[in-house]
């Protein structure tokens, strides 16, 4: 996707915990390995009121106290430079407006964009339908793209509809529809693991294997989460996606290259050949103290 340009990334809930926590330090470690050209701009954007030194020591914090790490301060001053902040009301169009003026003010010209959609579930058929309608989502010299969290939908039926609305303002080549889990070490080191393993992959089968057992064992609860989750609930938040792109992992057959839509067309397979899970066979439950955490 390089053509020149310069990039902008608007992360919509910026003020919320996947943004301190995952978002920025990955930015920021991005950038410090030179992985990031130095001609990007970073703007968040959220209902909460902060000035632009605000939210760049919000970051900062974020980083030091969720995600473990103290940036160096010379690496972090050249970081912050391109940290923006941008208040608005995703429901509001006028906020829109704003957002594109003040984007275009730090862009001088044509600018790639990438629109980051770290808010809660709600609100993603309302972003995505405003950049659409105000042409923010359009292409031509730029590329656009649109990144949305999980969960897609709370069902079946709102999925497709949420899917819908997305291809009514982007193309699907502009629509990453995102795991983090994915992103972690040993997610990524199952396919090697698997496949380039002489000694392990004959045997990766039903003769060899008596069951497979996945254990995702959290080392933090909630925390600042809990409107979220106590709405979304642990099915929602964790088997529709992580753990099942975990099991798509471990079952899928070897793909014709490791390309993302060969990769993507084995998972799919696996989930086609999967018979539905009889709610009798399932256990689900809750820690006592889940009630009384803040936000329950």
């Known amino acids: 996707m390089e053509n020149g340009l310069p990039t902008s990334i608007v992360i919509f809930g910026a003020s919320g915990d996947l943004t301190r926590r995952k978002l920025v330090p990955a930015l920021f470690h991005q950038c410090v390995k030179g992985e990031i050209p130095n001609a990007i701009n970073i703007v968040g954007t959220s209902r909460s009121e902060f000035s632009h030194e605000e939210f760049r020591q919000r970051m900062y914090e974020g980083m030091v106290e969720l995600s473990g790490i103290v940036p160096d301060e010379s690496d972090w001053e050249e970081f912050s430079k391109n940290l923006w902040y941008v208040p608005g009301d995703a429901s509001q169009e006028a906020d829109y407006g704003k957002l594109e003026q003040f984007l275009g003010e730090k862009e ?84 090697y693991f698997r496949f380039l393993n002489t000694i392990f992959e004959p045997i990766w089968n039903r003769n060899y294997i008596d069951h497979v057992q996945i254990t995702v064992a959290e080392s933090v609860d909630v925390e600042h989460r809990a409107g979220y989750y106590d709405n979304a609930g642990v099915v929602r938040d964790m088997f529709q996606n992580h753990f099942l792109q975990l099991f798509t992992l471990l079952a899928m057959e070897p793909p014709a290259t490791f390309d993302a839509d060969a990769v993507r067309n084995e998972k799919v397979k696996v989930l086609m050949a999967t018979r539905p899970i009889d709610v009798a066979d399932t256990v689900r439950a809750q820690y006592e103290g889940y009630g009384q955490a803040k936000g329950v």
């Open 108 to 191: 001088g010209g044509p600018a790639n964009r990438l629109y980051y959609l770290a808010t809660a579930p709600r609100f993603f058929p309302i972003i995505i339908r405003e950049l659409g309608k105000q042409g923010m989502a359009a292409e031509g010299d730029r590329w656009s793209r649109v990144v949305i969290e999980k969960p897609f939908g709370h069902d079946l039926k709102s999925a497709v509809e949420l899917n819908e609305i997305v291809h009514a303002a982007f193309d699907e080549h502009q629509v990453y529809r995102i795991d983090h889990y994915l992103g972690k070490e040993t997610a990524q080191n199952i396919l």
